[in-house]
């Protein structure tokens, strides 16, 4: 059975760094996932997507953290990243990772990992 791992959360101070990493523990052949992505949940909130990557490398960010987070894959090992720098306050919240396969059959979902920024 597949699963994604998510790591790197943690409770940081406003205009500090930290690195996620996600990668699959089960079995998954690497060039069968195109997309990967990172989602986040605050409380009381619904998911809100952060940012993804195309296997050709195309990267996509939502306007709040554009210029602050950078989202990066590794292929070989089938692991996404998302290195958050001047962290805020409002970043706080549980991040997920999701790897989709090029139709969109097979859709994974890490458990999360928390996130918090205090001011």
């Known amino acids: 059975q597949v699963q994604l791992v998510e790591s790197g959360g943690g409770l940081v101070q406003a205009g500090e760094s930290l690195r996620l990493s996600c990668t699959s523990s089960g079995s998954i052949f690497s060039a069968s996932i195109n997309f990967m992505g990172w989602y986040r949940q605050a409380p009381g909130k619904q998911r809100e997507w952060v940012a993804d990557i195309r296997r050709g490398g195309t990267t996509n960010y939502a306007d709040s953290v554009k210029g602050r987070f950078t989202i990066s894959r590794d292929n070989a090992v089938n692991t996404v990243y998302l290195q958050m720098n001047s962290l805020k306050p409002e970043d706080t919240a549980d991040y997920y990772c999701?790897?989709?396969?090029?139709?969109?059959?097979?859709?994974?979902w890490g458990q999360g990992t928390q996130v918090t920024v205090s001011s």
């Open positions: 999701r790897f989709q396969d090029w139709n969109g059959n097979n859709d994974y």
